[in-house]
């Protein structure tokens, strides 16, 4: 069974750096893209950033020059580097991954991690 669990989310001011990490585990044989998701309250999911396993990189606009994500091939973890962060980031952030395992090819979500920005 395939699982990722997300760490390093909390509370910050503005202005300040976070760096969340999402490692996955299990059967897995090989990760294709993997990427960064966040969800505000009332909001709907959005893409905040991916990265192939080639470590071709893609964000959305809001977040460029401020965000930076990058992986680990060898752990199966993916990092989200948050700088200059603004209230408007505080959401809950979801890793996701799109991968091969022993048992299918399928794209697996991480439970989810809180970032909040106070001004």
């Known amino acids: 069974q395939v699982q990722l669990v997300e760490s390093g989310g909390g509370l910050v001011q503005a202005g300040g750096s976070l760096r969340l990490s999402c490692a996955a585990s299990?059967?897995?044989?090989?990760?294709?893209?993997m990427g960064w998701y966040r969800q505000a309250p009332g909001k709907q999911r959005e893409l905040v950033a991916t990265?192939?396993?080639?470590?071709?990189?893609n964000y959305v606009d809001s977040v460029k020059g401020r965000f930076a994500i990058s992986r680990d091939n060898a752990k199966n973890t993916v990092y989200l580097t948050m700088n200059s962060l603004k209230p408007e980031d505080t959401a809950v952030y979801y890793c996701?991954?799109?991968?091969?395992?022993?048992?299918?090819?399928?794209?697996?979500w991480g439970q989810g991690t809180q970032v909040t920005v106070s001004s």
């Open positions: 996701n991954a799109y991968l091969s395992s022993t048992a299918s090819t399928a794209r697996y």
């Open positions: 299990g059967s897995i044989l090989r990760i294709n893209t």
């Open positions: 990265i192939t396993s080639g470590g071709y990189t």
